[in-house]
């Protein structure tokens, strides 16, 4: 955990703003790490307060470190909020179900709970991958607290296609072919049946970091301007170095890395008529767009805005940050 500490604090160290870092405390005892990012230039210190703020959910392995290139231009005029899932980063390890629906609760009561203590009424909640599947399910839970939901390139939507003939094929003319799954993913997915996902890096020992080097080389790119070395891929490492936790919540949530054993398409239906739902997806990613337009179908008229941007892959607020930043800022600007 020392090691996962100096290497976000080596990232955090980029931020121009205010940042609150520390451990939030629940009920039950379990710790969620947390950021709180503020613009310490704002000329009135109480009108950025009294904005809805914003809440980033990060996804499958990752931590708050991954959002390096947004928490200061979110943060200009409304609070950020920014924590490790339960299970993930810095936050505390419990044990998970693996039953799919228990282990989906147990994620989603620790975001109400981390919610309660920190003292937020309202807010805008933002979930890449993971963390936008789990940010669904809590919007669908707890409305009342979700002024606009934000979904980034969200695993967990479709169902998993069964097989069909090729009379079948080229019928449906919006959807769009996915890009093929990277060589990670497809790394992880062989063991996948076996191990905990990420068992591999854990079994690699010392040589974990150059594993996660030599598998994700993309993000090493995506903050080649920041850091000159491995920082990036290091700090993905000592997140998913530690005792499994999370990744067995998600390993009981999900069939394979694509699918999930209870996908959110079946539950979209139970979202409020009037929360104004954005799904944001990458044009290169391996998710495929076509689910968000799905969801806009089955909520008819309710306020629902499918994105595309262009260049970026999965992890749309780091390939296109300017862009992502421009487009959630806009979005947050529509609530208050």
């Given at each position: 955990?020392?090691?996962?500490?100096?290497?976000?604090?080596?990232?955090?160290?980029?931020?121009?703003?205010?940042?609150?870092?520390?451990?939030?405390?629940?009920?039950?005892?379990?710790?969620?790490?947390?950021?709180?990012?503020?613009?310490?230039?704002a000329r009135r210190a109480s009108e950025q307060a009294?904005?809805?703020?914003?809440?980033?959910?990060?996804?499958?392995?990752?931590?708050?470190?991954?959002?390096?290139?947004?928490?200061d231009a979110l943060s200009r005029a409304r609070p950020?909020?920014?924590?490790?899932?339960?299970?993930?980063?810095?936050?505390?390890?419990?044990?998970?179900?693996?039953?799919?629906?228990?282990?989906?609760?147990?994620?989603?009561?620790?975001?109400?709970?981390?919610?309660?203590?920190?003292?937020?009424?309202?807010?805008?909640?933002?979930?890449?991958?993971?963390?936008?599947?789990?940010?669904?399910?809590?919007?669908?839970?707890?409305?009342?607290?979700?002024?606009?939901?934000?979904?980034?390139?969200?695993?967990?939507?479709?169902?998993?296609?069964?097989?069909?003939?090729?009379?079948?094929?080229?019928?449906?003319?919006?959807?769009?072919?996915?890009?093929?799954?990277?060589?990670?993913?497809?790394?992880?997915?062989?063991?996948?049946?076996?191990?905990?996902?990420?068992?591999?890096?854990?079994?690699?020992?010392?040589?974990?970091?150059?594993?996660?080097?030599?598998?994700?080389?993309?993000?090493?790119?995506?903050?080649?301007?920041?850091?000159d070395d491995n920082t990036m891929t290091e700090y993905?490492?000592?997140?998913?170095?530690?005792?499994?936790?999370?990744?067995?919540?998600?390993?009981?949530?999900?069939?394979?890395?694509?699918?999930?054993?209870?996908?959110?398409?079946?539950?979209?239906?139970?979202?409020?008529?009037?929360?104004?739902?954005?799904?944001?997806?990458?044009?290169?990613?391996?998710?495929?767009?076509?689910?968000?337009?799905?969801?806009?179908?089955?909520?008819?008229?309710?306020?629902?805005?499918?994105?595309?941007?262009?260049?970026?892959?999965?992890?749309?607020?780091?390939?296109?940050?300017?862009?992502?930043?421009?487009?959630?800022?806009?979005?947050?600007?529509?609530?208050?």
């Open positions: 955990m020392s090691l996962l500490k100096t290497a976000e604090a080596k990232i955090l160290a980029c931020l121009h703003n205010d940042v609150w870092a520390r451990f939030v405390t629940l009920p039950d005892h379990n710790r969620i790490w947390t950021l709180t990012v503020t613009n310490k230039t009294s904005k809805t703020p914003l809440v980033m959910v990060h996804g499958f392995g990752g931590g708050v470190g991954l959002w390096i290139r947004n928490l950020v909020h920014a924590f490790d899932l339960l299970g993930f980063g810095r936050s505390s390890r419990p044990p998970f179900s693996t039953d799919a629906e228990l282990a989906e609760d147990q994620s989603v009561t620790s975001i109400e709970q981390w919610r309660q203590t920190v003292g937020l009424e309202r807010m805008i909640l933002l979930g890449h991958s993971l963390g936008g599947y789990l940010a669904t399910s809590y919007a669908i839970r707890y409305p009342d607290r979700v002024s606009h939901l934000i979904l980034v390139d969200p695993w967990g939507f479709p169902e998993r296609p069964q097989p069909q003939a090729n009379e079948n094929a080229g019928q449906s003319l919006e959807v769009r072919r996915p890009a093929p799954p990277p060589r990670w993913v497809k790394a992880i997915a062989s063991v996948f049946s076996l191990f905990n996902p990420l068992a591999v890096i854990r079994a690699a020992g010392p040589w974990g970091p150059g594993l996660v080097t030599r598998f994700r080389p993309d993000f090493k790119r995506k903050f080649e301007d920041l850091f993905l490492y000592h997140c998913n170095a530690q005792t499994p936790s999370g990744e067995v919540g998600f390993r009981a949530m999900s069939e394979s890395l694509g699918w999930a054993k209870r996908p959110m398409m079946h539950r979209v239906h139970l979202l409020p008529p009037s929360l104004p739902v954005t799904m944001l997806y990458g044009s290169r990613s391996w998710v495929d767009n076509s689910s968000g337009h799905r969801v806009a179908q089955i909520r008819g008229q309710s306020p629902t805005l499918v994105m595309v941007i262009r260049n970026a892959s999965h992890h749309v607020y780091a390939d296109e940050y300017e862009e992502f930043n421009n487009v959630v800022q806009k979005l947050c600007d529509t609530v208050d």
